[in-house]
């Protein structure tokens, strides 16, 4: 249900459950028919064929979206062994298949243990990172050799949930798909877990199945599916998001005046916090000051 005509939608996140076959694109398509309202982004696309958590903000709960601390992701997927594809994922087209015959369990684990920690990873080629101004992917499609440079990310943890064989008709092991849930910092591509994992066993691999289960603080107990925000529209409003988000800070009323001009506050912050005025609206992100510690400065205004 969207809000009633004549009234703005609240500032806020929704927090879908993707569905596999829609890119992010569409979700915030029809998030904003729902919301009423063309102020509505996404942090952290899904590729069409994922599913899970994409975290969507309404109104003034866009201009929180690039400053949420998600920096973790977790993620459900299927790697299946044997073959390698063009897009490193099942859309694309298969480029060999050597089998995963030879393949153990305990050479499996090993491969894919070496990947989790801080690492140097080459993104997908079908990514969305830009090659002189241009998405890889769009340069991929076209057939255009593109080249991406490792970027380092963290695999905080990676577990094995399942191994399972396909075989011939001739009881050859053909495929291993294997089970695994990972949680990683943003920017890392499961992908290329699939595809390395694969290269290092040295029988190719790509991702048959990607589900996120969260995104930093929002994970699937939150989020709704849009057949569900359809028949209630739900939003976190954007008080409680920042609060998920970020350390929380409690302003006295003289505070919450200076901030709602934009001024800085003598405060000792961590980092990166959410400031509230003693009613408990959400006022702005603040940051300490470079060099002086006991000095925030403002980050993002939310008031006005």
Known sequence: ?????????????????????LTSHAVVARVRRLAGTRKVGHAGTLDPMATGVLVVG?????????????????????????????????????????GAGDLDEEAVRAALATQVGDIEQVPSTVSAIKVDGKRAYALARAGEAVELRPRPVTIHELVVRDLRASRSVDGRVETLDVDISVRCSSGTYIRA??????????????????????????????????????????VVPIADAARAAFPAVELDERQAGDVRVGRRLELDLPGLAAVF?????????YEPKAGESSIARPVAVFTG
Not at 1 to 21: E, I
Not at 78 to 86: I, K, N, P, W, Y
Not at 203 to 214: D, F, N, Q, Y
Not at 277 to 285: C, Y
């Open 193 to 234: 877990i699939a595809r390395d994992t694969g290269a290092r066993l040295g029988v190719g691999g790509h991702l048959t199945a990607l589900r996120r289960t969260a995104v930093g603080p929002y994970d699937l107990t939150l989020a709704r599916t849009l057949e569900a925000l359809e028949e209630e529209y739900a």
């Open 58 to 98: 309404v109104e003034r709960a866009t201009r929180l979206l690039g400053h949420l601390m998600l920096t973790e992701k977790a993620y459900d997927a299927t790697v299946r062994l044997g073959e390698a594809t063009s897009t490193d994922d099942a859309e694309g087209e298969q480029v060999s298949a050597l």
């Open 277 to 285: 005025a003693p009613d408990g609206e959400f006022l702005a992100l």
């Open 1 to 21: 249900m969207s809000p009633p005509s004549g009234r703005s939608a609240p500032s806020g996140l929704v927090v879908v459950d993707k569905p596999g076959g």
